[in-house]
């Protein structure tokens, strides 16, 4: 379970985030949609307390993300890149990643099986193709089998066949009853992957709920979309 | 804590330029007793500071160490994701900020401890062959005060290095003033009160007969460094604490 309530952030002067508050339930796939720049990645930072809000709380199973001890035993992260420092292999990136929560080693053979990388465990990070890297950065936050995922943008750069794997995936991992909370400004992605959505536009939400309901009366999430954030509304 | 130290050891030690900082710290050191051995005897020198001296060209080893456990945190992981940095990794995994630094710094320490030990084994034991019965081996103390001055030192790159959030600068910053120009002794030519910088006064823990302005006690200049060194490594904890990442 993931709560968001009345998060604030301003960067510099600019106010990025107003009152921002939603939730994402376990056994559901949560769809966050917005264009890019609407405050997807600002949100999530905030949750994963990389960043600060000015006001409000964003809590993952009850409790703020830096007051869970190893963390990825609960939740599993993927952001921009891979995480790995360009200089370092697949698998020693893995290994410290694995050694900081106490996860043992085997577990890191395991997950890059699991992604896919299996066989470019050796490779440098900083010789990886984008695709490449957005699995181990998944790989990462597969460590510690967690129970609950947050995804920036996670199909970024994957291939038609690495599209339709991460789609299978996180549906199976809802189907086991975890919640699973990915970003996305593809419209007709989310629309395949969520049973939730949540929709930010200049760092509001719009509107969230049931995939089925947000799209109402429209004819696709798209054009839900459109409609929600072209209305002339406050922003 | 164990965990997190060994992680921190696993990220410091695989990294290409620390291994380069291992491996000059460790051998430059004893290669300039070596390289200097003729000049040294023909000029007769066996000052009570032999060996010690020497052991100050292998510092480039504990800086290395102390920036570029913070600066590869900072550093872009891929030209796909130019904003995108290994901090996020660290501080997922580690989201605890303070418990996530003390690693860190205890990780420095105890590579940057036994390299100074290492180091300064092999440069008094080779002083010892070179030179034979013409310089005293000098007292434990004194060896392990200048042990302690490379922690010292590796902490205080690694502590400004965690205040600009970039290596470069503070690197060479501290090459510079360790090996080109030294500033800090410069200025020890203008005002006494430039005896108690740092890096000068730290060396008054273990050398006697150099050049300083100002005569310090071991301890006192020990206990100086020390300060200087908590006082930069407390602004540098509270802005990481405090930065976004």
Redesign the interface.
Known sequence: MITVERVNKIKGKTPILYDVSFVARPGRVTGFLGPNGAGKTSTL?IL?????PQSGVALVCGRP??G?DR??TTVG?L??????????SAR??L???A????LPGSRVDEVLEIVGLAGEARKR??R?S?GM?RRLGLA?ALLGDPEVLVLDEPVN?LDPAGIRWMRDFLRERAARGHTVLLSSHLMGELAETADDVVVIAKGRIVTQGVLADVVGDHRTLEDAFFALTEGGGPW | MVSLIRAELHKLLGLPTARIGLLLGTLLSPLVVLVNAPAVRRAGLAGADLGLVELGVGLIGPMILGVVIVSSEFTSTGDDAPRARQLTATLIAVPHRMRLLTAKTAALVLVVGVQAIVAAAATIGLTQVMHGDRVQVPAFGRIAAAALYWVLLALLAYAITLITRNGIVPLTLLIVNSTVVSVSYLLTKVTSAAAYLPDIVGAQMFLQGSDFPVRIAPVTAGLVMTAWIAAFLAVGAVLFHRRDA
């Open positions: 930072r994963l307390g990389l960043d600060r993300y830096s869970i963390p990825l992260a952001l921009d890149g891979s995480g790995a420092h360009r200089a370092r020693a990136h290994r410290w990643v050694a900081s929560n106490g990070a900083g990886f984008l890297s990462a750069g």
